[in-house]
């Protein structure tokens, strides 16, 4: 549920982890390892700045497919 105003340059938890094409619980595993910082939001629905989440996509290896 998304319903509140996100504000410029932040990503709520599901767009984050479509961004890097991880599930949410790989994104609350990047937060907990301190690889990803919330900017904002609440508790229950955190918010991650546009700037940190593509820094990480950049530096993942590409997916390769099967």
Same mark, same amino acid.
């Given at each position: 549920?998304?319903?509140? *105003?996100? /504000? &410029?340059? =932040?990503?709520? #938890? @599901? =767009? #984050? #982890? %479509? %961004?890097?094409? *991880? !599930?949410?619980?790989? +994104?609350? %595993?990047? +937060?907990?390892?301190?690889?990803?910082?919330? !900017?904002?939001? !609440?508790? /229950? %629905?955190?918010?991650?700045?546009?700037?940190? +989440?593509?820094?990480?996509?950049?530096?993942? &290896?590409? @997916?390769?497919?099967?």
């Amino acid at each position: 549920m998304e319903s509140q *105003i996100i /504000r &410029p340059g =932040q990503l709520t #938890a @599901h =767009q #984050a #982890a %479509q %961004q890097l094409g *991880i !599930t949410l619980g790989g +994104v609350r %595993q990047l +937060v907990y390892r301190g690889k990803l910082k919330r !900017t904002g939001g !609440t508790p /229950r %629905q955190p918010w991650y700045a546009i700037s940190d +989440v593509t820094a990480l996509r950049d530096e993942r &290896p590409p @997916h390769r497919g099967a």
